[in-house]
């Protein structure tokens, strides 16, 4: 070795190709899943990063002496040919005729959970999330990340062919983007500083250099709660548009980043997603209502008395999904102009009415999976409503830049990826679609 | 509004398509980067998300009567003819003549530093990094991050063609990756936690699952230094790979991340690559070294005496970077097999040599921007080599789980983000090259 070219030589063949090698000698490479020993044979099955392979071991066509010492879990590089046959209703299945198992590594001892079987059953959530690295060798486990894979991928897609440049927000703030008493505060040699709560501040300031931006990245709540829809630690997906007619823009930009996430999941994660029976919503156009409108929906037509005027509660928004599913036709529905009260100081009051504000949720099924809205850009109107709101000005001064030395009319959102996924797969818990949660409980593995 | 579709209305022409719109009314929409006003008319150049377009205005094809509001940094919709002529070299170059301008918004105040120059000039960095939001405005300094939006862009696209899932592991962690002093501790409900380094121990837990993984995400090192080329909050562009015939294979990958890499920047980032007057390697084939050949060439070459036996001072790297550019072509060289005590636990010894390691690092230029290396997947060799390192393996027990329960060989890389960035472009300084830097003396803006 005194060169490196970049060759990645292909030694194996994934099972997706085995159509086109029926009758030859391929190489896999993976994990045993599985082994069924049968009367003079015996079935091994191979889990490779997407698939779990049928190999076949019979001494009449291998001249491969058993190794005693394979297990489940062990690493091997099997070879063998490539059989096809036809299954029940007619369609090619293939499986390989093992000709020679080389063993790669050992397990020290076995798996203190079952994951070859089709799910992980009758097993607590705790459970799984303390053995998260192994329970996730369950295929349907990991199906849920390439699934939560697909999303993000998707987000980004959409948004850079749309004109969005990809931004990274420090993490390490001096202030809290959004106030508030849920923030970590970390000791920084000496100084205290804040966890990102949302990169906020920094998308929009950066509208002012490439007119769209979009991040993927962590953010961090101090949640005290030990709730089954929030976490202290989740992925948003941000994004921020400038130059925008009006907060409708940004409706229109989030519907379709989510038609095109849906596509991309029924398309490329096809696999996925019928191995975890997820109903993907065939999205056409999304509902809009307002606020008061909505409240006055639920009040005259599902007489609920609500506990708040200025916000929905979980029951509330579980009944306006109910309502767009049913009289509506739609999965999703927009509801805009949220009480001005209760949006955070950046978000632009309705100039018609400025009790209200021109911003949105976005509720999926009964869910709110999005925080939107149009920002004030103008700076005095800006300075004036984080007064009126309590702040100082003078603490968020290169926040205030962006405004102060020139900004376009802008708005943007925030969609949780986890929140997303678990909805997505009808999970009740937002754990479930978390690789490694942290709550007030847990912070491990 | 009762229905969203999704519909992205385009009511704007971009500048790259200027030239199908010759003659034609467009619409442009931007920041009034610089009027310039010359006898009977004016030049106004509209800054984009991506251009800095040349608009004139003159009362002989206009009906618009100039608005003395208008100035700097002003957002505007710009309504004109499109109209072409040939530059001094017989290219075709455009420009707006200006039927209308709508002001959409307009600064508080003038602007503190000039960016509509070709560059900043002679402007000190922290005042730069101080004013971050707006001096990014300047079309060079924010050029420097869609370059680094191509690097990571690219590091994602090469993977997700090589059979890689993108994982995310949590930057709230219950112990050091790597253990060491550099840690950010952080106050959970009254627990200590620990900011993560580096994803290194969940990535490699994922190779138990999708055989091979990547995250691009930010990690934290306490740095107490402040030094040129480390921040305390960066960008780490990690992969791990598992099934690996030796460690070969990671630098074979990470040659394929590199030129596909390259090629998009020299593709794709044209405009920007051409701006910054960026360097862009091309890259065949890496030459390979080994650790102590190295230390050999350095000492009889170059006559260097070595202030360290077990590792490369900063001169080193840059006389290797040398030699390797000289004598053997290259931007890039490997330097393989450092000694066992200079790499981290995980790393696995050489079976033919355990003073070293199966271990590499790759000089870019004269800069290391990336560490690797093959890493223990046994049980008890893992566990014996804790214990080696002075650590106690009860307190992995999480990590452990992976080799415990089986895990095959592999072995991976972390690349800086920000670090590959600024040498691409020759600066001198990392910050220049990282959007919001945080050090032992910036967390602002």
Known sequence: MDKITGEIIKDTVSFADF?????????????????REMTGFAFVIIRTAKDTIQCVYAPEFSDYRWDEKLCEEACVKVTGKVVSSKDAKGNDRYELQIHGIDI????????????????????QLSTILDLRPI????????????????IARGFREYLAQNGFTEIRSPKINFAGAEGGTNVFKLDYFGKEVFLAQSPQLYKQA?????QRVFEVAPVFRAEHHDTSRHLNEY????????????FEDIMNMETGVLKYIMNL????????????HADIPEITEIPVMKFMDAKELLMKKFKYNPTDMKDFDPKEEELLGKYAKKELGSDFIFITHYPSKKRPFYTMDDPNDPEYTLSFDLLFRGLEITSGGQRVHDYNEQVAKMEKCGMNPELFETYLMFH?????????????????TMHLLGFSNVREATMFPRDINRVTP
């Open 135 to 150: 329970a996730l060798r369950n295929p349907k486990e990991r199906a849920i990340f390439k699934i939560q894979e697909g």
């Open 235 to 246: 992925t948003s997906m941000d994004l921020e548009m400038g130059f925008i007619n009006s």
């Open 265 to 276: 999941l029924k398309t490329e994660y096809k696999e996925e997603v019928e191995l975890l």
């Open 404 to 420: 102060k030395y020139g900004a376009p009319p802008h708005g943007g959102l925030g969609i949780g990826l986890e929140r997303l």
């Open 104 to 123: 790669l590594s050992l397990p020290a001892t076995n798996l203190p959970i079952v994951v070859n079987k089709k799910q992980l059953d009758n097993i």
């Open 19 to 35: 159509k086109d090698h029926d009758g030859q000698i391929v190489c896999i490479k993976g994990y045993i899943h599985r082994i």
């Open 206 to 210: 950066l509208v002012g250099v490439y």
